[in-house]
């Protein structure tokens, strides 16, 4: 999800990953939708020059678990999108299955094919290693989007979000908006993802290592699972074993709607809540500033645009026209930013 030229350039390493190259700006998505609405994209001036330039025909390979959340839906929109923005592009999507043995038989297939490159969010980064190890040693290089290989021959390039950064972010948050207020011994709940996940423990520990270095600590935190339904229920457990709550962070927004159709349910309102990954729904919330969530702190899929704009030229052999080098860097993390009522305008163009 980005917008405007598709100049790759560090200047547009913003908001997440809002732009490292051509871009594609999504209208909302919910997780009540299945899809995200239709993605728009710029493509590249016929007069362009550089890396935006239509070069050598390559083919992209691309693996993303099925959007059966907003977040994940708009990772898949972004992606093809951005794709679909290039003359030199062929995009070939194989299906992740359900799981991540599933996934990596489809891998198996696809590097069978022989693309240039492959990019892949895979269902779990540690059971997918083998299938990054595997292309790899087939001379296919490739993209570890979001859900990191833990192996460094598994990937050419690794682009994901600032988990521990969106625990810091919502921390600082927290504790600004508890010392405004003038809190003392806080009481502070967290939700969280998928605790399995590599990402969830990191955000997690950023938010725990920021309030620490106030004197605060989490006084409850209960997992969920992404989605409105776990969401929902882990907020709902939440709250009742914590009968007084000053603040809770809530690590992602489509889980967020299931936390705000809990407040309602338990006429819970006496806390303010922090967001995450950054959904459109979420910013006009805050915007509206009519419910407990105050802020969310940004994780954008728009890192699947990035992904396929730097597959390119890594397929291509050129590097990013503002650094020196004339590779692409091996690793790149997207900042974590944080929207308020104050900014919540400046970002809606962003929200997925």
């Not at 898949?76 to 679909?84: D, L, P, S, W």
């Not at 503002?322 to 929207?339: N, Y």
């Amino acid at each position: 999800m980005t917008e405007h030229s598709r100049d790759l350039s560090r200047r547009r390493l913003l908001f997440g990953g809002a732009a490292v190259g051509a871009g594609v700006l999504l209208a909302g998505c919910t997780s009540n939708e299945t899809e995200p609405t239709a993605a728009q994209t710029k493509g590249a001036d016929a007069a362009a020059s550089g890396n935006a330039a239509p070069g050598q025909k390559v083919v992209i390979g691309f693996s993303a678990p099925a959007a059966d959340h907003g977040w994940l839906a708009a990772i898949t929109t972004n992606a093809k999108a951005q794709a679909g923005a290039y003359s030199d592009v062929e995009f070939k999507t194989v299906e992740a299955g359900a799981d991540a043995a599933a996934q990596r038989a489809a891998i198996s297939t696809l590097i069978s094919q022989k693309p240039n490159v492959i990019v892949m969010l895979p269902h779990d980064g540690k059971e997918l290693n083998a299938a990054g190890l595997e292309a790899m040693k087939a001379g296919i290089p490739v993209v570890n989007l979001d859900r990191a290989f833990p192996d460094a021959l598994a990937y050419r390039l690794q682009i994901k979000g600032d988990n521990y950064g969106m625990g810091v972010a919502a921390a600082h948050y927290i504790v600004d908006q508890l010392k405004a207020k003038g809190v003392s011994n806080p009481v502070i709940g967290e939700i969280a993802g998928i605790d399995s996940l590599e990402l969830t423990q990191e955000r997690s520990k950023g938010f725990a290592d920021t309030l620490a270095q106030s004197g605060l600590k989490v006084s409850n935190r209960r997992a969920a699972e992404f989605t409105a339904d776990s969401g929902q229920q882990a907020a709902t457990s939440l709250f009742q074993a914590l009968p007084k709550i000053d603040a809770v962070w809530n690590h992602d927004d489509d889980q967020g709607i299931g936390v705000l159709a809990a407040v309602n349910q338990a006429n819970r309102k006496e806390f303010f809540m922090v967001g995450g990954a950054g959904s459109k729904k979420a910013m006009e919330d805050i915007q509206a500033d009519n419910t407990v969530l105050k802020a969310t702190v940004t994780y954008s899929p728009s890192m699947a645009s990035s992904a396929i704009s730097l597959a390119r030229l890594i397929a291509q052999g050129k590097g990013m026209s503002d650094l020196v080098e004339l590779q692409v860097p091996k690793e790149i993390i997207l900042a974590s930013e944080t929207i308020t009522k104050e900014n919540a305008s400046n970002y809606l163009k962003l929200g997925f």
